[in-house]
């Protein structure tokens, strides 16, 4: 469970709404309430703030923990006179850059991040990958509208090339890079999935693709 969805679902039970009240109000359905508490989807900050109005507090706190970190680091600065500005800024950046990594948004090519996305690490770690393995993806696409991932949506992905079964990945094949389903059919043929609307699939050797990225989390865009 993430720690945004842990605060939803702590203040979503102390206004006594269910998930499927509260995903009335938002618009949106109860599994999309469920899949957001328990951490299977990430929500952007225009969705955080809607949740906080309908619930009536402020979710955006997660960087108390941080303060309180760097208060404590301050504290043990045992020092006889006050620290100058400069000592308390070095705290800080230590304590921030401890505790948050920027991680880059790419396309589909990975050639250049095009903006970055703060996520926290916990032991080193993001959702525990390695940090410098993890990135975001900007989805280019309608074909997996089917999956609930549209065109400009944002991926959290974790770069492999392992061939995970019925795992939603980033491919490449035929010199194309695509966001597909992958399900293992034997030891040499796969199924690639889409779906637009309608569910597609294409059977192809397992040799003739290359695993990019496999999705982990999707951010959609209200």
Not at 71 to 82: N, P
Not at 150 to 173: F, M, Q, R, Y
Not at 191 to 209: A, F, H, M
Request: charged share 35%; proline share 1%.
């Amino acid at each position: 469970m993430s720690r945004i969805g842990e605060k939803i679902k702590l203040e979503r039970s102390k206004a006594k709404l269910t998930q499927k009240a509260l995903g009335k109000k938002l618009g949106v359905s109860e599994s999309f309430i469920n899949e957001v508490e328990t951490g299977k989807k990430i929500i952007n900050q225009t969705l955080i703030d809607r949740i906080s109005k309908v619930l009536g507090t402020d979710l955006n706190d997660v960087t108390m923990s941080f303060e309180e970190q760097v208060y404590e680091q301050e504290k043990d600065l045992k020092y006889d006179k006050k620290p100058k500005k400069e000592e308390v800024k070095e705290v800080w950046n230590e304590a921030f850059g401890s505790v948050i990594k920027n991680v880059p948004i790419y396309n589909y090519e990975l050639d250049k991040a095009k903006t970055f996305r703060q996520m926290p690490l916990v032991s080193n770690k993001i959702e525990g990958f390695a940090q410098d393995k993890v990135i975001y993806l900007e989805i280019q696409e309608d074909d997996m509208i089917g999956f609930r991932i549209a065109k400009g949506d944002l991926a959290l992905a974790h770069l492999t090339s392992d061939i995970e079964n019925n795992s939603i990945c980033l491919i490449e094949v035929d010199n194309e890079r695509i966001i597909r389903q992958i399900r293992k059919l034997d030891s040499n043929k796969l199924l690639l999935i889409s779906n637009r609307g309608t569910t597609r699939t294409e059977t192809v050797d397992n040799k003739s693709i290359k695993v990019i990225a496999r999705l982990l989390r999707v951010e959609i865009q209200l």
